[in-house]
């Protein structure tokens, strides 16, 4: 399984975006890149998933350079309610029997 | 629609007890994995549960066992608890032929004193 290497903590606050680099240089072909949010005592949520170029949806954008190396999750115009860990794995999440592989995550702390 | 339910909420359990922690999945979703999250860190997959057997199995020792109920439901048992035990144990359910990826449940944390 590739290993992922993410920022420990991260600061910002409200309104800005907030940018998280995960680095991944054993990506496999067929890993897919996959973000999660956890609040404390809350299990974590699924954010995004992307394969290569960029993804977008309603929360958040995923950006994947061509080497797939790594890949940085965006978070536009944080709110106070985004304060959270930020878990980037790699692996091939999409099959549903393959179990998921945690790092440590992102602490995200937005100050008002 | 109810998403992954875990009973009880919380537990605090002695040494050297034995402990059962319950997990009903999302509907719909017959997989059932079990996560362990010390203070701090991510989650550690602890094993997945399908069609009633344990599929896959990750770096813990044989005083954790599980059961898949022919209803999905799945229980995690964790006997002769060590303090080291104390975490938030996480529920997540999956379907296995689908890509509707996995819905984690809030947890119950685990105090062994």
């Known amino acids: ?112 | 629609d109810a998403g992954v339910t875990q009973s009880p909420t919380h537990l605090i359990k002695t040494r050297g007890q034995q402990v059962t922690l319950r997990c009903s999945p999302k509907s719909g979703h017959d997989t059932v994995s079990w996560y362990q999250q010390a203070l701090g860190q991510g989650p550690q997959f602890i094993f997945q549960y399908y069609e009633e057997e344990e599929r896959q199995r990750g770096n813990f020792p044989d005083r954790f066992s599980g059961h898949q109920f022919p209803n999905y439901s799945s229980e995690l048992n964790v006997n002769a608890l060590l303090l080291g035990d104390s975490a938030l144990y996480l529920c997540a359910s999956s379907l296995r032929l689908g890509s509707d990826g996995y819905t984690f449940g809030s947890g119950t944390r685990l105090t062994v004193v």
């Open chain 1, 1 to 112: 399984l590739a290993k992922t290497t993410q920022p420990i903590s991260m600061d910002s606050y409200e309104g800005q975006e907030v940018n998280i680099t995960c680095s991944h240089n054993n990506i496999a072909t067929n890993d897919y890149i996959t973000w999660y949010q956890q609040f404390p005592s809350q299990g974590p949520r699924f954010i995004i998933q992307g394969y290569k170029t960029k993804v977008t949806n309603e929360v958040a954008s995923l950006f994947i350079p061509a080497d797939r190396k790594s890949s940085t999750l965006s978070l536009p115009r944080v709110s106070l309610s985004d304060t959270a860990v930020y878990y980037c794995l790699v692996g091939d999440t999409v099959a549903a029997g393959n179990k998921l592989t945690f790092g440590g995550g992102t602490r995200v702390l937005v100050k008002p």
